[in-house]
């Protein structure tokens, strides 16, 4: 008895080996944001309630752009599920290298996600890519600096009444900058906050004959007053800080203002990791004196499945359970309402316990204030506000943004970087056939 006892105990410890074996591992290519962060740490339970293991592959926003546009270009099959955005999402859907996500489930109501986020996943009404989180930009500022300045912020202010706060709330002496901003290069990073800073003085990318325009005032206009701005009031290196590197200035309490991604409002004001969490105020992104256009974009970074996979079911489980509901009030149940990914879902800002964050309805209004089909004041052939959605865009504007990063670390002057944004611009847009 004992012999087949011992047999059987074998037996049965030999096929939980085999299931063990056999559980299906996805690889996540994944940017090293905050939210990203945070929906790692919640991976148990995934893995829990599907069984299904993932891997993580996590890394700087730029590096990822590239590893995602080289996997997927090449078919190289490294990663299961990608995280990429709006403009890659179309494109790639468009060129047949994702797969389309329209048979999610019924309860995961892909009706609830709001039409701006859905409509710019998509291509020809299919959606390829899921948001795991949607943004504008905005104004985030220390009302405490505001007061000790003797201002008071507008819920939609100029950028000339940015600069003087700015200039009014810097004190070197404490190592507190005015104003902290993206100048590090990189189509997504510096490169995205100069074109809607750009698109609020009036500027765009290309006319309706897809001409370059960096020869134009407007660009100069609006290039001269970042650096002058900058100079003034920004933290010494901005040429170099992206996102991350401002959340974090920010959140030590070097920044009287940041205006960036609305997605750090829940970054700034997190006690556990913000020394001014409860000292921070919203507002608008800012325009140009007498010109009607703000300077904030629209973005979502989301989460698609490269055509190709072997394990599509399994990456359509996780995108569902990521991008889900539940994964919200997973979230909430964790950290609280104020930490759930942002600007995705119609029920979360009918919610009445999200709605009453501060920060909630300024990140809804500058969603919808941003236009992609209209990003500019004059008229232009593409659709985008801190992107062109053009094959071509990616490597172009990682060009002209090193450009101008070499203007803010004092390498070069604005003249001389618009003169070699133009001619790098037309030249590649004339071999691409334009």
Known sequence: MSITIRALLGACAVSALAIAASAETITIATVNNGDMIRMQGLTDDFTAKTGIDVEWVTLEENVLRQRVTTDITTKGGQFDIMTIGMYEAPIWGANGWLVALDDLSAEYDVEDILPAMRNGLSHDGTLYAAPFYGESSMVMYRTDLMEKAGLTMPEAPTWEFIREAAKAMTDRDHDINGICLRGKAGWGEGGAFITVLANSFGARWFDMDWRAQFDQPEWKEALTFFVGMMKESGPAGYATNGFNENLSLFQQGKCGMWIDATV??????????????????????????????????????????????????????????????????????????????????KSLYENPEYAKIDFAQMTMKSILLADPQHCCVKPVPYVGIQFVAIPEFAGIATEVSQEFSAVYAGQQSVDEALAKAQALTTDAMEAAGY
């Open 264 to 345: 750090a409002a829940s970054f700034v004001t997190n006690p556990k990791e913000s020394t001014v969490a409860d000292k921070v105020g919203f507002a608008l992104a800012p325009n140009h004196e007498g010109v009607d256009k703000r300077a904030n974009w629209l973005w979502a970074w989301a989460l698609a499945i490269p055509a190709g996979t072997k394990k599509e079911e399994a990456a359509k489980k996780f995108i569902e359970w990521a991008t889900s509901k539940e994964y919200l009030a997973l979230v909430a149940s964790k950290e609280g309402w104020a930490n759930v990914p942002p600007g995705t879902r």
